[in-house]
């Protein structure tokens, strides 16, 4: 069975950075789509960027050229380069993987268990 391990999350100050990191395992092939979202208490969970085995990535427009996702298929991990982060950019940082080119969550089987991302002013 497919297993997703996300790390990386941290307590940063704003305009700070942080590089996440979601390592797949458990299955014999690489993903076809792996992708990120995050999700904060009481509100939707919402996809920030996904990636496929061959390399095109598309990401949400509120990124606005912050954040860069790319993954490694030798090693099936998936990362996630995050700058200028910001306040509203405290969430439960959580990746997933799907047969389909996707960022909405319903398109997506497996989940990892998140990792927790806190940016103060």
């Known amino acids: 069975q497919l297993q997703l391990v996300e790390s990386g999350g941290d307590s940063v100050q704003a305009g700070g950075s942080l590089r996440l990191s979601c390592a797949a395992s458990?299955?014999?092939?690489?993903?076809?789509?792996m992708a990120w979202f995050r999700q904060n208490a009481g509100k939707e969970r919402e996809g920030i960027a996904a990636?496929?085995?061959?390399?095109?990535?598309y990401y949400a427009d509120f990124m606005k050229g912050r954040f860069t996702a790319s993954r490694d298929n030798a090693k099936s991990t998936l990362y996630l380069q995050m700058n200028s982060l910001q306040p509203d950019d405290t969430a439960m940082y959580y990746c997933?993987?799907?047969?389909?080119?996707?960022?909405?969550?319903?398109?997506?089987?497996?989940w990892g268990q998140g990792t927790q991302v806190t940016v103060s002013s």
């Open positions: 990636v496929v085995s061959y390399g095109a990535t």
């Open positions: 458990g299955s014999t092939t690489s993903p076809s789509c």
């Open positions: 997933a993987v799907s047969r389909v080119f996707s960022l909405r969550p319903q398109d997506f089987d497996d």
